[in-house]
């Protein structure tokens, strides 16, 4: 009964944006519930349910041709990998078609689905890590963009030693698990992530840098470096061509934290600053939070 209730009230997809916006949720979790080449019974519920979520819609381009494959496909209970490639297609087809969103929009939109299918099972695997570290590295552009600088730097924690924790897994299906509407959701329950979360919490977290853009664009700083007085920090990119405010703005492009020269700083929390960045970033701000290290390696290869 709660199942068809939450079905009842799921929000109705009326404007061709949210119709665009859909069928790129369905195009990552396709990819997500793929990662592994192992459909499992689990992941078949997940693809039905979300069918059903969004059956209002089968009378609308692409949903008329997208939920009847959709259906013939997990009848069986096997999604092949020409199956996969199929639905792929007809999403592309159709998001080819649409200019509702831009590709940093229509990309988050995809990394959102894709977390879904990766956590379609409840579980996620060394090979969905791995995929997810490859997605993230290909499409580096999303860097400063709200969770994609989070989520690039836990994998590099969690893959640095290459060995995947057991405490490692579940921080990472905690924090990935924000991105999934779990009203959408067949497997996933509400109570059991809220009680992963208490027990696996990142709360700060910086992303890696390869380049930064000094002309015209603002930087903050916040920690204690081991390299430099923060008037020096200001000075230094002044004379890049960058401008410098020692709080957060509007116009903040990049929040440099300094660490003691302490690289293990993904789980490190440094108070109020970045945590105003994080509420900036989550609510569309372009800001990314950079480690000095990088900041530092960056500069020294410019000078």
Known sequence: MQ??????????????AELHKAVNTLHGIVAGITTDRQISEDEINELSHWCLCHANLIDRHPFSELIPLLQSVYEDGIITEDESKDIIWLCNNFISDADYYDLVTSSLQFLNGMIHGILADNQITDDEIHMLKKWTTANDFLSGSYPFDEIESLLLSILNDKVVTSDERNTLK???????????????NALEIQQLKEKY??????????EMDFAGNQFCFTGQSVKAKRKEIADLIVSLGGKYNNNI???????IVGNNG????????????????????????????????????????MI
């Open 3 to 16: 199942k068809t209730k939450e079905l009842n009230e799921y929000r109705m997809y009326t404007t061709p």
């Open 174 to 188: 905690a924090f990935l698990s924000n991105f999934v509407d779990l009203k959408s959701s067949y497997n996933l």
């Open 201 to 210: 919490n990142v709360k700060c977290i910086c992303a890696t840098c390869q």
């Open 249 to 255: 703005t509007n116009q903040t492009r990049y929040l």
């Open 262 to 301: 302490n690289p293990c700083w993904a789980f490190s929390c440094y108070g109020r600053k970045i945590e105003d960045a994080l509420n900036r970033r989550k609510v569309g701000q372009l800001l990314t939070i950079v480690n000095e290290i990088d900041f530092w390696d960056i500069v020294e290869d």
